[in-house]
């Protein structure tokens, strides 16, 4: 009897390319993505100064001469050649003539306040024209500033639901990918718009559409007057640096009308003292000083007055206290999750509250941050500003949060915890929320069901405390079903 000896196993393609750290992405070494960024930022600058500079016309132009040198190859065989050296005169000439324009034109850009993410909008522009002559043909288009991805970006991107409906050439490549990080990380997609003709030293009005793309800031870097040249083939361009801002909110969703839970806890010094640690400064009136009294109650300008320490006495009040934590972790989710978790958030903020309710949000970045919104407090655009602002992270923190979270417990009637990570730490708090019989209601963002942790194996004590799900694909359905938190 014969014994075939095994065959020794053919090395896996991973010996040659490692894992790649995500789950459900090809691997990739990650130098080859950073040369091939590097690649694609010179094609898109490249793109970007055709697409810019050159007309339709100009654009044919220039196909045309492509097509003529290609099959003005061989002289003896054809004279496409002529052609192609016709038209690149052509585009010289015309490139020559832009460099004479030189306008006297003042540009202004007026932006509103904030946008919001995906709500179509406008702004205007004002053109004055100083010179003696009137202009017209004209076309204005602003700028705002590029941000290049970087690699990890890039990689996590291929996990999107619109880079899996591609090809498999253009999934592997990632250029329409890249495409598609410049266009958000710019944050909104600007066209050019033409501008009617401007008489000699007048001024004129110019609106211009925009559609946020993206929540955090827009910053406005430029604006660009062009002309074609008398043949129509080549813009001359004269740009204005005019830096801007402009905020845009976060998408927000309507929210049914809630049943917050009221418990009343008493609070010192009223709701001027909510967000703050220590006594307020401000007071309903004096009284005679009493043994004990902090030094720091000291009315001075009355007890100048009057030659006796008095001191300022506090307006007492009770009213409800609701806190909204965000769990920055991001885990293993895509980046899209960590959106709709703030469009969430935006959307409880914006909801309608009791009036004598305030409402504390609390996230962690490097430290952790409170900012509390109610009657006489912040309001919610300025919350909403601060939310615009906020990026995910890749330390799990939730510890230091829940450490700051214990600290004031007693004085809240409920809390609200959205995140797209569900671990046993994350279950075992809420838990403790539910032992010391405060109201608390945990959303997760998934569109699975599936936690991000195996939790079969829970730490003692800690069952029954299961979030609910809300699917970034049915945001407003799922919203639609929360009735009370608690």
């Not at 061989?74 to 324009?101: E, H, K, N």
């Not at 008489?199 to 609106?207: D, F, S």
């Amino acid at each position: 009897m014969h014994v075939l000896a095994a065959r020794p196993p053919v090395p896996s393609l991973l010996v040659y390319f490692p894992r790649c750290p995500y789950p459900g992405r090809p691997p990739m070494r990650h130098w080859f993505v950073r040369r091939l960024l590097r690649l694609f930022r010179v094609v898109s600058r490249v793109s970007l100064w055709f697409e810019t500079r050159f007309t339709v016309t100009g654009g044919l132009v220039i196909g045309g001469t492509i097509a003529a040198a290609v099959f003005g190859v061989d002289p003896r065989q054809t004279l496409a050649y002529l052609l192609a050296a016709v038209l690149v005169s052509v585009i010289a000439i015309a490139m020559g003539l832009s460099l004479f324009w030189r306008p006297q034109l003042e540009l202004k850009r007026e932006l509103p306040d904030t946008v919001t993410v995906d709500s179509p909008t406008s702004y205007t522009v004002l053109i004055r024209n100083h010179s003696t002559r009137s202009e017209y043909n004209l076309v204005i288009s602003d700028e705002l500033r590029t941000i290049y991805p970087s690699a990890d970006t890039f990689q996590r991107a291929a996990t999107n639901a619109r880079d899996r409906s591609l090809n498999w050439f253009d999934r592997r490549v990632g250029f329409p990918r890249w495409l598609d990080l410049l266009r958000t990380g710019r944050g909104a997609h600007l066209k050019p718009i033409p501008v009617p003709m401007i008489p000699a030293h007048a001024m004129i009005e110019v609106t211009i559409p925009l559609t946020p793309l993206r929540r955090g800031k827009l910053i406005f870097t430029s604006l660009e007057i062009k002309r074609p040249d008398p043949m129509g083939i080549f813009f001359a361009k004269h740009r204005v640096k005019a830096y801007g801002e402009l905020v845009s909110l976060p998408k927000r969703y309507p929210v049914p009308p809630l049943q917050w839970i009221s418990q009343r806890h008493f609070h010192r010094g009223g709701v001027a003292l909510a967000a703050t640690v220590g006594d307020s400064e401000e007071f309903i009136g004096v009284r005679d000083y009493r043994p004990g009294d902090p030094l720091r109650h000291i009315h001075w300008r009355s007890f100048a007055k009057r030659g006796a320490p008095v001191v300022k006495e506090h307006q007492d009040e009770f009213f409800d206290r609701h806190a909204l934590v965000i769990d920055t972790f991001l885990g293993h989710s895509p980046p899209a999750h960590f959106e709709a978790t703030i469009a969430v958030a935006a959307s409880f903020i914006q909801c309608t509250r009791p009036h004598d309710s305030i409402l504390d949000l609390v996230f962690i970045e490097q430290k952790v941050w409170q900012i509390t919104t109610g009657r006489g407090l912040s309001n919610n655009r300025r919350v909403l500003t601060y939310l615009a602002e906020l990026q995910y992270s890749h330390t799990d923190n939730f510890d230091h949060l829940a450490a700051y979270l214990r600290r004031y417990l007693d004085q809240l009637a409920s809390i609200i915890m959205v995140g797209t990570t569900w671990d046993t730490t994350r279950q075992v708090f809420v838990k403790e929320l539910h032992h010391r019989r405060l109201r608390c209601r945990a959303l997760q963002i998934s569109e699975s069901d599936v936690r991000t942790t195996d939790l079969s194996r829970t730490a003692p004590g800690a069952s029954g405390a299961e979030p609910q799900t809300i699917r970034p694909s049915m945001i407003e359905h799922d919203i639609a079903h929360l009735a009370t938190l608690g």
